[in-house]
């Protein structure tokens, strides 16, 4: 079968930024269900007419499909490949996966929680291939945490700490970070987030950099 860079090929003819903006726009609307999604709502954020969003991908399932594979495949390539194995501290692995997702991220805003959505979307089935496809990613992401957990140097850390709960208690922290910081750009409004996209990201980088810091006087020796 056709990957997606051939299936959709007059999709990815498009321009970078025009593809981004159609990919974000569908995956936030997305995030209220499949059945809840309104192609329409898709066109207006994205700014294109809704006969060029068919033109596409046919129907809102292909595109849903097109989502998924999107995210998955993006995530693999640039997030889980990008993990450099063998790392010994696991402080600073996870520094520098969250700074590889925050990557994603600015391009792909709410493609972490789409995929994650996917899971929880019982009222529309994906099809076999697609549900093969996210289990042998789940796997394979489960995977590499588990080895990031298990080839880490426990001598870093202090007798009391069990590691792979320091490591729970960190993907916590993290998420809730992730959570907070996403409820306060809602506040702001998007326009205002986006005055200087580039200081407030810096400044978030910042202040995780303080919690991978604070992280570190708990954990380890």
């Known amino acids: 079968m056709p990957d997606i860079y051939t299936r959709y090929a007059k999709f990815f003819a498009l321009e970078g930024e025009k593809r981004e903006r159609i990919i974000n726009a569908a995956m936030g609307e997305f995030l209220h269900g499949f059945a809840q999604a309104k192609t329409e709502d898709i066109t207006r954020a994205a700014g294109i007419s809704k006969g060029l969003l068919f033109h596409y991908f046919g129907t809102k399932e292909n595109l849903y499909a097109f989502l998924i594979d999107t995210a998955i495949d993006t995530i693999q390539r640039e997030f889980i490949d990008r993990i450099e194995p063998g790392q010994r501290d696991l402080i600073e692995t996870v520094w520098r996966m969250s700074l590889l997702k925050q990557e994603v991220s600015r391009r792909y805003p709410a493609m972490f929680d789409f995929l994650t959505s996917t899971y929880l979307d019982t009222k529309h089935s994906m099809n076999p291939e697609q549900v093969a496809h996210l289990a042998k990613f789940t796997r394979m992401r489960d995977k590499v945490l588990a080895d990031t957990v298990e080839n880490c140097d426990k001598s ?14 960190i993907n916590w922290t993290l998420t809730g970070y992730a959570e907070a910081k996403t409820a306060e750009a809602k506040r702001m409004g998007l326009a205002a987030v986006g005055v200087d996209a580039r200081e407030n990201y810096d400044r978030y980088l910042n202040e995780f950099k303080e919690y991978m810091d604070i992280f570190r006087q708990c954990f380890y020796n």
Do not use: C, G, Y
């Open 156 to 169: 870093l850390f202090r007798a009391s700490v069990d590691p792979q709960k320091a490591m729970e208690i």
